[in-house]
């Protein structure tokens, strides 16, 4: 009997649209995998800043601070430079925001198609990373 029940799951038919929907899947896959990269290198660079953050804080009032801008640097006073720290570090937040939205919608229209696939395929089917 168990050699019938695989026979009857490798033997089952691939439609045109069941195709699509593997190939929808694998796509946002890909997509989810380079959100997720994304993301830990925005989540990096924002520990950085916040890193930067602390030890401006400890820094001399009266000393300019070499800041960083493109790929020069120039001298700033400590206000200037813990300004533009802040609002890169509300960029970088704004930004991670945004990847985290989008990677939890995309994960969830990837249940959604997996749900489908299962319940088509059942085990014949691999939808795991």
């Given at each position: 009997m168990r050699l019938d029940e695989a026979e009857s799951e490798a033997d089952i038919d691939v439609s045109w649209e069941d195709q699509q929907k593997i190939n929808n899947?694998?796509?946002?896959?890909?997509?989810?995998?380079d959100l997720d990269e994304k993301l830990e290198g925005l989540k990096k660079e924002l520990e950085y800043l916040e890193d930067l953050d602390t030890e401006l804080e400890l820094a001399d009032e009266d000393e300019p601070i070499r800041c960083r801008i493109g790929d020069a640097f120039i001298q700033?006073?400590?206000?200037?430079?813990?300004?533009?720290?802040?609002?890169?570090?509300?960029?970088?937040?704004?930004?991670?925001?945004?990847?985290?939205?989008?990677?939890?919608?995309?994960?969830?229209?990837?249940?959604?198609?997996?749900?489908?696939?299962y319940a088509r395929f059942g085990k014949s089917i691999n939808l795991e990373k």
């Open positions: 899947f694998s796509k946002m896959n890909a997509r989810s995998g700033l006073p400590l206000d200037q430079c813990r300004q533009r720290v802040e609002a890169e570090r509300d960029k970088l937040a704004g930004e991670v925001g945004t990847l985290r939205d989008e990677a939890e919608a995309l994960r969830g229209r990837m249940d959604d198609l997996k749900a489908a696939l």
